[in-house]
């Protein structure tokens, strides 16, 4: 990996910024560049919140990126902005919780991941966030698997009771991620 | 001390107190507003002095009888805030007190946007106010560099008794990346008992002021701060090159984070097998004029291209340092809208077809 | 050895200490010079001269720093009240004072002194109104009476068109926060002797690290109102004291609006 750039996407209260703020300090940990870009101002108060992350192991030039190689879209409003921005060959995380329809593109990847099923597995709501950065590593290996679940220990670590099940849902995101990965070789 | 992942508006303050700059007031306005949030809960920890005055013209003003006591002191806004300072800037650049201002700058003219632009490039180096005077302006393009060029500012502004502004596009300000801060927070800076109102003990009255009646007197003071400034152009020059080689035939001047983009369109290029430079000014004044216009003249340079969130402002400068050596062209965006390495790629393959005829 | 006649004779005569040995650029039967030797005595009597930084304003009193013999700074027009801010939060133990006139600290500068008035900044402020803008030749200001005549209003103050006059002290007294807001007048001996008295207070009260203050003196302008010294300090009492009514208005302890 030289650089990947990954946007999420999704309403106030989804934890989009911070599921891009801990995949940032992952990178950190593992010695890359990082850049973290949030939209902000009244589009921040309703329809789409979004945060893009440049992790890469070289100095990072431009932190704005139209067509990144990974989007994860946690509401149908996100979906409809970000599908097309979706780079070729590129990776798509679909919240298929909140979001009914799945994507026409041929030349993507999609993921649908059900993050608020697995979150209420864990009875944890608000972790729907990590199922799908567990996801989103297990689908690319941006960061070591270990960095971020480190990461999540030390950021999210001060509530001892929660931190379990955050762990949990993010490992059932990761899973999900790699079983889908393993049926594609497959087929 | 370790990286750590912060915003660009909080590492500015951050960066602030390890210049043991511990004054600051402020007032709230999109996209800086994070500043002041973060410097109400720590100036309590370091006992400095921290206060949100009820206006712009307020807190400009406030740091300016602030400045009059020698100490560091600091404050943030954004372009329409920044509007409103210029009477205390002019005033604080008349009357030689020291003090560093941020523009973290949104699109304008008026009440503009909220969106990042670079639009304030003739405000803050061309003088926002009024009067023959010059700030000392830095642009960063990195937080971590923002951190840097902060800590630098209290340096300089200090060193010639001069506001210092550093101008950051909103992104700068939004933007979290990895930075690095010196150890520990620097003592609060003692005053600078030379020249400062401190009280009229064992000595003369101190009189910091901007007006002179006489103009024999005001022309003496303004070719003071004119030496003041040749003497900032001799010593402050700054800026950064990328990739400039002899064979290049275009060279692209831009700075903060727009110099960025154009990075990643350079890289982009040279993949393809069109290899461009990239001249970063990090001193916005003193302007590194001389250092462009020998660049521009080496043998194989045809054109020079300027890419800004503005509608061409930086741009003078660069045709002016240049003097007719060399066409200068322009791509830009503003209001907001950024433009994306794409943008700034199809435009030098355009230059590209158009100066090979 | 001195008797007590000579020392009469020193109070009355001598110079104070925080002025300088200057003659002053105001015109004849103004009482801005009253009014500098009233703060001058003031910072003397408290032994405030070398811990003293005076703000001066825009108006006819923008060269008071010429006359005052401590350190001083010059603001832009109606913005003293800010320095002062800036100033006095970093060196609360220094005394801050600004000098302003109506036009600087009741048009321009309003915001500016509410706010510090509210917000409890503890220096002093020494308001000077006169009822015109005097330094740039005798316009209307926000204080001038109903029916004065200015040079921007040739045939009186119309109230319809601009209102009346701003009572500043009494406006100031109405803010919740603590303060010391006094109105004095400086047209005869007897008046002076009481002005002095309240500007002491003032100063007294930032040597306590107590409360804002403020001292509002009505002063003459011969030259711009268009008539004798001696017919002006008539006219401070015969048609100024209708507006501007002497007295107290707050003090830090009772809080109590008059």
């Known amino acids: 990996m030289n650089q990947y750039e990954v946007t999420f996407?999704?309403?106030?209260?989804?934890?989009?910024?911070?599921?891009?703020?801990?995949?940032?300090?992952?990178?950190?940990?593992?010695?890359?560049?990082?850049?973290?870009?949030?939209?902000?101002?009244?589009?921040?108060?309703?329809?789409?919140?979004?945060?893009?992350?440049?992790?890469?192991?070289?100095?990072?030039?431009?932190?704005?990126?139209?067509?990144?190689?990974?989007?994860?879209?946690?509401?149908?409003?996100?979906?409809?902005?970000?599908?097309?921005?979706?780079?070729?060959?590129?990776?798509?995380?679909?919240?298929?919780?909140?979001?009914?329809?799945t994507t026409s593109r041929k030349d993507i990847n999609e993921i649908l991941v059900p993050a608020n099923e697995i979150a209420l597995m864990e009875q944890n709501v608000k972790a729907t966030n990590l199922a799908i950065l567990g996801a989103f590593i297990g689908a690319t290996d941006v960061v070591d698997f270990e960095t971020m679940k480190n990461t999540i220990t030390q950021k999210l670590g001060k509530r001892k009771e929660l931190l379990k099940s955050n762990l949990a849902v993010f490992d059932r995101g990761y899973e999900l991620a790699q079983k889908h990965a393993g049926q594609k070789e497959k087929a | 001390m370790a990286k750590v992942l912060m915003k660009g508006n909080e590492a500015i303050a951050e960066a602030a107190l390890r210049a043991g700059a511990n004054n600051y007031f402020c007032y709230p306005i999109t996209p800086q507003t994070e500043v002041a949030e973060y410097m109400a809960k720590r100036m309590p920890e370091v006992g400095g002095v921290f206060l949100q005055g009820e206006s712009e013209v307020a807190v400009g003003n406030m740091i300016f009888g602030a400045a009059a006591t020698g100490k560091r002191v600091f404050t943030t806004s954004s372009s329409p805030g920044i509007s409103l300072m210029q009477?205390?800037?002019?005033?604080?650049?008349?009357?030689?007190?020291?003090?560093?201002?941020?523009?973290?700058?949104?699109?304008?003219?008026?009440?503009?946007?909220?969106?990042?632009?670079?639009?304030?490039?003739?405000?803050?180096?061309?003088?926002?106010?009024?009067?023959?005077?010059?700030?000392?302006?830095?642009?960063?393009?990195?937080?971590?560099?923002?951190?840097?060029?902060?800590?630098?500012?209290?340096?300089?502004?200090?060193?010639?008794?001069?506001?210092?502004?550093?101008?950051?596009?909103?992104?700068?300000?939004?933007?979290?990346?990895?930075?690095?801060?010196?150890?520990?927070?620097?003592?609060?800076?003692?005053?600078?008992?030379?020249?400062?109102?401190?009280?009229?003990?064992?000595?003369?009255?101190?009189?910091?002021?901007?007006?002179?009646?006489?103009?024999?007197?005001?022309?003496?003071?303004?070719?003071?701060?004119?030496?003041?400034?040749?003497?900032?152009?001799?010593?402050?020059?700054?800026?950064?090159?990328?990739?400039?080689?002899?064979?290049?035939?275009?060279?692209?001047?831009?700075?903060?984070?727009?110099?960025?983009?154009?990075?990643?369109?350079?890289?982009?290029?040279?993949?393809?097998?069109?290899?461009?430079?990239?001249?970063?000014?990090?001193?916005?004044?003193?302007?590194?004029?001389?250092?462009?216009?020998?660049?521009?003249?080496?043998?194989?340079?045809?054109?020079?291209?300027?890419?800004?969130?503005?509608?061409?402002?930086?741009?003078?400068?660069?045709?002016?340092?240049?003097?007719?050596?060399?066409?200068?062209?322009?791509?830009?965006?503003?209001?907001?809208?950024?433009?994306?390495?794409?943008?700034?790629?199809?435009?030098?393959?355009?230059?590209?077809?158009?100066?090979?005829? | 050895m001195k008797t007590e006649e000579q020392d009469i004779q020193r109070s009355a005569f001598v110079r104070p200490d925080s002025m300088t040995d200057v003659v002053t650029h105001y015109c004849p039967g103004c009482t801005h010079g009253v009014i500098h030797r009233l703060v001058a005595e003031a910072i003397d009597d408290l032994g405030l001269r070398e811990r003293t930084v005076g703000v001066a304003p825009v108006g006819c009193s923008v060269l008071a720093y010429n006359y005052f013999n401590c350190d001083f700074l010059e603001a832009p027009h109606g913005r003293a009240p800010a320095l002062g801010t800036g100033f006095k939060r970093l060196r609360p133990d220094m005394i801050v004072f600004t000098y302003q006139g109506d036009g600087d600290l009741a048009s321009i500068g309003m915001g500016e002194i509410i706010h510090a008035a509210n917000r409890g900044e503890k220096f002093t402020a020494i308001f000077v109104n006169n009822a015109i803008y005097g330094m740039t030749g005798g316009q209307m200001a926000p204080t001038t009476l109903p029916m004065q005549i200015t040079t921007t209003c040739p045939t009186g103050r119309d109230m319809n068109e601009t209102g009346h006059p701003i009572k500043i002290s009494e406006l100031l007294s109405t803010l919740t926060t603590p303060s010391y807001i006094e109105r004095v007048s400086v047209h005869s001996p007897q008046h002076i002797l009481k002005a002095k008295k309240a500007i002491r207070q003032a100063f007294q009260n930032q040597v306590d690290d107590k409360c804002f203050s403020l001292i509002e003196v009505l002063s003459t302008c011969p030259t711009n109102w268009g008539i004798t010294p001696t017919e002006a300090t008539s006219w401070v009492e015969d048609q100024m004291f209708k507006f501007f009514p002497l007295g107290c208005f707050k003090r830090p302890d009772d809080g109590k609006v008059k």
């Open chain 2, 87 to 357: 009477e205390s800037i002019s005033y604080m650049a008349g009357a030689q007190l020291p003090c560093v201002i941020v523009n973290i700058m949104r699109g304008g003219p008026g009440l503009g946007g909220i969106l990042p632009a670079q639009s304030d490039y003739f405000q803050a180096v061309k003088g926002g106010g009024h009067g023959d005077y010059r700030l000392l302006v830095l642009a960063p393009s990195t937080v971590q560099e923002a951190v840097d060029l902060m800590i630098l500012s209290f340096d300089l502004a200090d060193k010639y008794r001069n506001p210092v502004m550093m101008i950051g596009d909103g992104m700068i300000g939004q933007m979290m990346e990895a930075v690095e801060f010196p150890d520990k927070d620097a003592d609060p800076k003692p005053p600078d008992e030379s020249w400062a109102a401190t009280g009229a003990k064992d000595r003369k009255p101190r009189i910091i002021k901007s007006l002179f009646l006489d103009p024999v007197k005001l022309e003496e003071n303004s070719w003071l701060l004119h030496e003041k400034y040749e003497r900032m152009k001799k010593e402050e020059v700054r800026f950064e090159l990328y990739k400039v080689k002899p064979e290049n035939e275009f060279m692209i001047v831009s700075y903060g984070t727009m110099a960025r983009i154009c990075q990643t369109a350079i890289d982009e290029l040279e993949e393809e097998g069109v290899s461009i430079g990239l001249f970063r000014p990090i001193s916005l004044f003193p302007f590194p004029s001389t250092q462009i216009l020998e660049e521009a003249t080496k043998e194989n340079v045809k054109a020079l291209l300027t890419v800004e969130m503005s509608t061409a402002q930086m741009m003078e400068d660069v045709v002016m340092a240049v003097v007719g050596n060399r066409p200068v062209e322009f791509y830009g965006r503003c209001g907001g809208i950024v433009p994306t390495p794409e943008e700034v790629k199809e435009k030098i393959l355009e230059m590209q077809k158009t100066y090979s005829k």
């Open chain 1, 9 to 101: 996407a999704g309403f106030g209260g989804q934890g989009i910024m911070t599921a891009g703020q801990l995949l940032a300090y992952a990178g950190i940990a593992e010695g890359k560049f990082v850049a973290w870009i949030p939209s902000y101002g009244p589009e921040m108060r309703g329809g789409t919140a979004y945060c893009t992350v440049v992790v890469s192991d070289t100095r990072i030039g431009s932190p704005i990126v139209t067509n990144p190689r990974g989007i994860c879209v946690f509401n149908r409003p996100s979906f409809d902005k970000f599908e097309p921005r979706v780079k070729a060959n590129g990776l798509f995380i679909v919240n298929s919780s909140l979001i009914d329809v």
